[in-house]
Nanobody, 120 residues
Framework: QVQLVESGGGLVQPGGSLRLSCAAS????????MGWYRQAPGKQRELVAA???????NYADSVKGRFTISRDNAKNTVYLQMNSLKPEDTAVYYC??????????????WGQGTQVTVSS
């Protein structure tokens, strides 16, 4: 089995910063792309940022210049540094990873979600 465990969400004032972490564990052979999605109340889940195993990144226009995604392949962990947070960044943030298990099959895995609330 494979698990993604997120941490780092919380309540922050506008203009503040948070750092999310997501660690993959279990029967992992290799990890391809990793990313962060978010879902606000009444809205569809959307891609925030993604990073390939080689380090290439992709960001939603709404977070470019404010958020930075990175990963530590040795720790099977992906991070999302969020700066200059705005109330519209409020959402549940989900980690996603494309993982090949030791049984040889690549699948999409999701974390349980972590709440980020930006409010004064």
């Amino acid at each position: 089995q494979v698990q993604l465990v997120e941490s780092g969400g919380g309540l922050v004032q506008p203009g503040g910063s948070l750092r999310l972490s997501c660690a993959a564990s279990g029967s992992i052979f290799s990890i391809y792309a990793m990313g962060w999605y978010r879902q606000a109340p009444g809205k569809q889940r959307e891609l925030v940022a993604a990073i390939t195993s080689g380090g290439s990144t992709n960001y939603a226009d709404s977070v470019k210049g404010r958020f930075t995604i990175s990963r530590d392949n040795a720790k099977n962990t992906v991070y999302l540094q969020m700066n200059s947070l705005k109330p519209e960044d409020t959402a549940v943030y989900y980690c996603n990873a494309q993982i090949v298990g030791t049984w040889g099959v690549k699948s999409d895995y999701w974390g349980q979600g972590t709440q980020v609330t930006v409010s004064s």
